[in-house]
Structures are given as C-alpha cells and as structure tokens.
C-alpha cells in the first residue's frame, strides 16, 4: 500500500508503489497546542505539522528511479499553495521545483540543484489533529510522462542550475516548471502559476502538461508539451525567481495571477524599488488574458515592521472570495498581511502603454500611480498576519475554510539554507529545522 494513501479505499495509481513501515510511521508528528485570544481579534485555532518523509521515498514511489540520491533532504516545499479539496481538513498543495539555494563562488551567486531528479508534485494532503497527512500525490510530467522536474529552463534568461556543493554546472531543461499556485477546474484538472516563464499551466488530473501558456516572444523551445504564447510580452521582464507566483479561480472558472514582484522594468534597480506589481486575468475558454491591474503595495515597513529593503515585498497568494473579489497577500518572509480588492472593470490597463516596454517612465517608477493615471485596485486590509499569535513565518498559501476561517501554510524550503553550510562534509543535509505548518486562523468578521 502506498503510504500517501493510508486509510483509504482507493490508492491513486501515481502512489501506489510501495515504501518501507519505516517512512509510514514518520507521517505522524504532534502539532502544537491551539493559540487564544479574545473574541473580537484574528487567533490561531489549531495547527498541525507535517512529518518527516526522505524526498527520495517519495519522489521514487511516484516516478521510480528519478531521485538516486536525495543527500538526507526530506519532502518539504509543499507549501507553495494551498487550495480545498472540499472536504473538510482536506486540501490541494504544490511543490516548487524543489530543494534549491544559492552558494557564492568567485563572489558570485550560483543556484545549486541537490536533488536534479526532483519532479515537482501535487500532493494532496489531510489536516487531523496536529498531524498533516499526504493521502495523494501526483508527479507533473510531460506528454510522455516523464518528470518535468525542476531545472532552469534558458540560458541566459534564467540562473545557471549547479550541483549541491556549486561546483558541477548541470543541463538546463526547458520542461523544467517552478511551479506556485494551485486551483483545481470542475474538470478535475488542475491550473499551475510558474515562475520561470513566467508562466500559467494546465494540468491533467493525473498531472500531464496539457498546455504552458508564456508571454509573447518567449521562445521556448524543446518541451514535450504544447507551449503557446498567450500572455503579455511585458511579462518578459520579470525579476529572476520572482514570476507568477498567486493563483485563484472566480466563481464563472476564470483564473487571476499575480505576479510575485513588480517587473524589472526598465531595468532591476526600477524594479527592486517599486511598490507596483500586476494581476492578470485569465480565460481558460477564450485562452486569452482578458484583463490586468496595477497593483500596489503598502510601504515596506507597513507589512513588516522589521524590513526597510522594497524588493522584500512579495505577493504570494491571491484568493477568490467573491464574483470579483480578492484576498492578496502581501509578504515579506517574515511577515503577511491580507488585503481585499475588488475587480473592476474601470481598473483594466490590458493593452495600454503600461504594457508597453517602451514607455517612460514605466509603472514600475511610478512613486504615484494614480495621479499619473492609473487606475490602481483600491484594498481593505483584512487582517494583519504578523500581528497573529503562531502564525508561521513565510506563508506562501491561503485558502479559504468558511466565512471566517482561513488555512494558511508555510514553505519550509525543504529545510534548506543557503550558503557553503547548507551541506555538511559527507553532502548530507544540514536540516533548518523549520517544518511544513498548516496553521488555521479565525478572523472576527467574515470574509
């Protein structure tokens, strides 16, 4: 029996390979105790922890022989997104690309891959008591259903992949996917938010890419799976490792994305200064974006007291909670805040100058969008994570329980740090000891 299938009737046919009673019993692990506040503030009402899986278990139960070597990293990374299954305590979540850092060689940044035969996953998990369970997990391949796996697609666009230890470069691959956000389509399939392309994703629901859609001019060539180019050629300026990174479905299937952090336009200083980023709207019938919006973020030190650096600000999350309306979460790693907008039509820039590279200054300068005309999402301020009691540090993933209650869950980096240190002498990991949390908070109004 597959051990992301305990308890069930059924076992999905991508986890049905077994894994040794020793792997089983490191599911389990105790959560910590509920958090309490009054009545008329947001708490924690329960949280619960994933326990310890080897990444090579879990990679070679659902694609075998993929991962030889998974030097001691457990699975992890799962925190991506979040998105319910709907049934209770149940949900959908998404790997990244998977273990990865950054090692200085020569005074310079390199990307280092330990694990390369990693393949990103869907992995379907339980909340109970203060365990978290994976019941399913799904590998994305390509049309021949092989691992799309993690790895930089281009060169020259996206960081050189390296080994562990950033001395052995590795092959780029153009299937790689790193993959963000999750909804799942009343079709059982599956959309996916990438940050490479950046890009959108359409996924089978036993994981196969159906189609990659990536902004205009990309280029991307060698996939073994329909690539079509269907997003804004501005798009082509995201900062490196920050694409698309939010992903939620409104109620008539329309999908909205967010793009992590305002683009480097004109160049990276622009972009690493700016307050701007971009929703877009998209159509799976049309398969066409039908609409983008400015988006601006509060001052840095608003979200996280702690930060006076811009370029920490993220949005990592978006989340449907009405026909057009949004919850967006701002972030730093250490902080989150969750803002309300609403989507309306006078708001649209899609196909003005604002997506046009060459005008100056570009929405990314703008220290005041509005007053250069720009019509910019007004936003409500929900609730202000960092202000919660238990709240794990680095939320990337918000879901929606009920009308007053949200799951949130954190990307624990695989346990990885960067740095030389990140591995000790014999390769094997030198674990964070930071773990996978789902944490429940119970806001005082409903959403």
């Known amino acids: 029996m597959s051990p992301h299938a305990v308890g069930r009737r059924r076992i999905h046919r991508s986890v049905a390979l077994g894994v040794p009673c020793a792997v089983l019993a490191a ?11 009054g ?18 278990a879990f990679s070679n139960a659902l694609l075998p ?7 001691g990293v457990d699975l992890g990374g799962i925190g991506s997104d979040i998105y319910p299954t709907g049934r209770e305590g149940e949900f959908w979540t998404v790997t990244d690309r998977g273990p990865n850092g950054q090692i200085k060689v020569d005074g310079k940044k390199r990307r280092t891959f330990p694990v390369p035969g990693f393949d990103p996953a869907i992995v379907k998990i339980r909340v109970r008591g203060g365990a978290v369970k994976v019941i399913d997990a799904i590998p994305i391949t390509t049309s021949a259903g092989k691992p799309v796996t993690g790895l930089s697609n281009q060169a020259g666009r996206d960081e050189a992949p390296y080994s562990y230890d950033a001395q052995t470069p590795l092959t ?14 009343n079709d059982n399939s599956f959309w996916l938010v990438d940050e490479y392309g950046p890009s959108l994703v359409h996924v089978s629901a036993r994981g196969k890419v159906l189609t990659r859609y990536v902004p205009k001019g990309l280029d991307l060539t060698g996939t073994d799976y329909p690539v079509v180019e269907a997003l804004p050629a501005v798009l082509l300026h995201r900062k490196i490792n920050r694409g698309l ?9 329309e999908l909205v994305m967010a793009l992590q952090s305002p683009l480097s336009l004109p160049d990276g200083d622009a972009g690493d200064a700016s307050r701007n980023t971009r929703l877009l709207r998209f159509s799976p019938k049309k398969r066409a974006v039908t609409a983008e919006y400015a988006y601006r973020f509060d001052p840095v030190n608003v979200v996280d007291p702690s930060e006076d650096d811009t370029s920490e600000l993220k949005i990592s999350s978006v989340v449907a909670v009405g026909r057009d309306r949004l919850l967006v979460e701002e972030r730093t790693d250490k902080a989150a805040r969750l803002q309300s907008v609403r989507l309306t039509r006078d708001a649209n820039i899609l196909g003005g100058p604002w997506d046009s590279d060459s005008t100056s200054p570009s929405l990314e300068q703008l220290d005041d969008p509005a ?9 409500r301020l929900v609730v202000d994570l960092g202000t919660v009691a238990g709240v794990p540090g680095k939320i990337e993933g918000v879901a929606r329980v009920d009308d007053g209650t949200l799951a949130l869950i954190n990307d624990n980096d695989f346990g990885m740090t960067d740095g030389s240190g990140a591995f000790d002498a014999q390769g094997r990991l030198v674990d964070s000891g930071i773990e996978t949390t ?7 109004r409903r959403i």
Request: aromatic content about 4%; hydrophobic content about 35%; glycine content about 12%.
């Open 27 to 37: 599911f389990v692990v105790a959560g910590t105790a509920n958090a309490t506040s």
């Open 438 to 444: 789902v944490a429940y908070v119970r806001l005082p």
């Open 245 to 253: 990174e939010g992903l939620a479905q409104l109620p008539d299937g």
């Open 172 to 185: 780029y691959n153009p299937n790689g996917l790193d993959t963000e956000g999750i909804v799942r389509a």
């Open 65 to 71: 022989g993929t991962v030889d070597n998974d030097r």
């Open 371 to 379: 007053s250069a005309g720009v019509p910019v999402l007004d936003k």
């Open 39 to 56: 009545s008329a503030e947001p708490r924690v009402t329960h949280t619960a922890t994933l326990g310890d899986l080897p990444l090579g």
